[in-house]
């Protein structure tokens, strides 16, 4: 017990941190004003008021920077319009005249933000600031930095070294999913962090709902705490996923055999290669069987045992029940069916074999 409360301790002061107003710190040394720079300048504690999960919505920040540049980090919440292209961006910014616009760009010798703060008061904006210090004072002083869809699609198309975390609830998870996401609500955050890999400096990206969502930087700061050196944000979340992919890019789904009580042998391959945990794989073959090989987070309930255990069953997330032949496993499903009907299951009709190193393969019944 008394080896858990510095971890727990350490997490407290991590997310209070987090939560703002970010602390000062040498990044916050006076700033003496340049040649072209816009009249009214805030420094990283002013600007840390603005910067916060939820977002606010008395005040849109804006990143001046190249979207090359802000794909690959930005501070969460920020709005990309590059100044090259303001002039086309201009639909991007409020309606509300009066809302305060806050620019920041590549640091103290950058003239974007500046530039852009001069056009969005020729424009009419009249509460403009701007975070001179930028990108590199943010970082500096240890805050996350959010991804872009499509830096995170660029990173799960390269099949990159890095573990995308969706922190909604389970039953929210369950209804759609970035691909290749695992799900790790933060509400239970300290119950599984058995998912988190070994290596603490593999990439986390966290994401949950969008801008007003806090659940993803709780629990990057919570990994962070607990050691983790390469943990950023995918702030923007779901809703901008969809936005820019489709639903289509999201959680694959389940395509059901003829009678609708089976799963088909192509989706359900292509969920356990993309949404693993969007279901619950419940394996009924013998314990000595599934000793030798089974799916990856498969839970081992014999077909003996399927009546006395049904009600563990989860109702939080579809159910696939397999086994070796499609027999066992249309024997399991018809028996739990008859006991919790409400439940949303299927069972693979396919000849299975398992290999003790997780590899499988799939052969449909006929």
Known sequence: MKAALPIRLAIAVAFFAFAGPYPASAADAPITPKEGWYKT???????GEYAVIPARDDVTVIDSRPVRKYDEGHIPGALSIPDTFFDKKTDLLPKDKNQLLIFYCGGLECPLS???AFKAEKLGYTNIKVFAAGDPAWVKAGNLVSLSPAAV???IDAKADFLLIDARPARVFGEGAVPTAINIPDTFFDKMTDKLPAKKDTLLV???GGYKCPLSPKSAE????LGYTNVKLFQAGYPAWVEAYG????????EVGAKGDTITVASFTKILAEAPDSIQVVDVRDASEFAKGHLKGAINIPVGDIMDKAATLPADKPIVFVCATGARSGEAYDMVKME???LKMYFLDAVATYKADGAYEFKAGK
């Open 41 to 47: 300048i805030i420094d990283l504690k002013a600007f």
């Open 114 to 116: 500046h530039k852009s």
């Open 153 to 155: 699609k660029e990173l």
């Open 206 to 208: 966290y994401y949950c």
């Open 222 to 225: 919570k990994a962070r705490a």
């Open 247 to 254: 639903k289509g890019g999201g959680k694959p789904s389940i």
């Open 340 to 342: 919790r009907n409400n």
